[in-house]
C-alpha cells in the first residue's frame, strides 16, 4: 500500500527535469521506506557527472545529494566516469 501512495509523479518529474547532457542514467534504485535513492551512470567525463550532480541539489523533491564513487575508464579510449550518486527523496506531505 506505502508503494501505490508513494508520489511517483514528483519522483519521475524531478529525475527527468535535469538535463542529463553528456550523463546517461543506467539505473535507479529508490528505497520507499527510508526515502534514499541511489542513481548510477556513465558521463563522458568527470565534469559532467559533477554537474549532474550539481543539478540535482537544486531539484525538488530531492536533498542531500552526493557523489559516492567515481571511476574514469582508463581502458576506454574517450575516457568516461562511472558515478553513483546518493540522495534523499524528500516525499511531499
Known sequence: INRIATP??????????????????LSIEPDVQTGLLRIEGEAKDYASAL???????????FSDVFLLRHEIKRDDPQHPVNFTVSMQWVKPS
Not at 51 to 61: E, Q, S
Open 51 to 61: 554537474t549532474l550532480v550539481a543539478k540535482l541539489r537544486t531539484t525538488k523533491p
Open 8 to 25: 511517483w509523479d514528483a519522483f519521475f518529474n524531478g529525475i527527468e527535469s535535469v538535463s542529463k547532457k553528456n550523463v546517461a542514467i
